[in-house]
């Protein structure tokens, strides 16, 4: 994987900040690869694989499941895809799962997109999604915040150290949020 150099994007922002429904914007206009981390491992779930009951519990709680089973996913979903641009949507979500995915894959992110939205607007959006998700629910939901804040901001705040971080106001409707996108991934003149 490594010697392919692809090209990878990280997608951050809490629980229902609208990351998939981005990406598949991105997808439409920019040809990325669009991998969500969390729908590979509910994929996992229904595949009956021997680790879909941990990965179940894990998502039930809201807890971040171990770098090596979401990396492996990814890697194989990489590999498989043919593509070498890539949106890696909902991870890294701790310093462990970023400092893994380097030291594995030898890859540094070209930039971090982060969808930045105010917890109301979020849980709003989680409780009238209505996909049967089993984390969808307000015991989860909150759960998912404390993640989010105590794990995953430090990710975030890693990259905005390297300067790595386009922030996007995400409480805003799906058009206008994906205006503010399309500015950060069209190249600009020189
Ligand atoms: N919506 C979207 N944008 C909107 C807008 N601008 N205005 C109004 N409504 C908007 O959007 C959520 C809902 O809001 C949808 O109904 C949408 O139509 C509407 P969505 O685009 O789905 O938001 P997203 O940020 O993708 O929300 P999601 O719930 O997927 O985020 P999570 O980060 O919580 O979920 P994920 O699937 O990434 O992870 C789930 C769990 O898997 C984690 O909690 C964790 O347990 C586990 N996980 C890991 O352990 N490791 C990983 O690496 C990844 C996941
Ligand atoms: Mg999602």
């Known amino acids: 994987l490594a010697e392919k150099k692809p090209r990878v994007v ?12 981005q990406c598949a914007n991105i997808v439409e206009h920019f040809h990325y690869t669009h991998l969500s981390a969390g729908d590979l491992l509910r994929a996992e779930i229904k595949s009956g694989s021997e680790n ?3 990965i179940q519990n894990m998502i039930k709680e809201g807890k971040i499941v171990p ?8 890697e194989k979903a990489m590999l ?3 593509n070498d641009k890539f949106l890696i949507d909902g991870f890294p979500r701790n310093e462990e799962n970023r400092a893994a995915f380097e030291a594995v894959t030898k890859i540094e992110p070209e930039f971090v997109l982060f969808f930045n939205c105010p917890e109301e607007e979020m849980e709003k959006r989680l409780l009238s999604r209505n996909q049967g998700r089993e984390d969808d629910n307000i015991e989860t939901i909150r759960k998912r915040f404390k993640v989010f804040l105590d794990s ?3 990710v975030i705040e890693y990259y905005k ?8 106001e995400a409480a805003k409707p ?3 949020v994906f205006e503010a996108v399309k500015v950060v991934f069209t190249p600009k003149a020189e």
């Not at 990280?10 to 990351?19: A, I, R």
């Open 10 to 21: 990280f997608v951050l922002g809490g629980p229902g900040s609208g990351k998939g429904t």
């Open 174 to 176: 799906i058009g206008e």
């Open 161 to 168: 150290a390297k300067g790595k971080v386009r922030e996007i």
């Open 80 to 82: 498989e895809s043919g």
């Open 52 to 54: 879909g009951t941990m």
């Open 67 to 74: 770098s090596e089973v979401t990396i492996k996913l990814l």
């Open 152 to 154: 995953s901001l430090p």
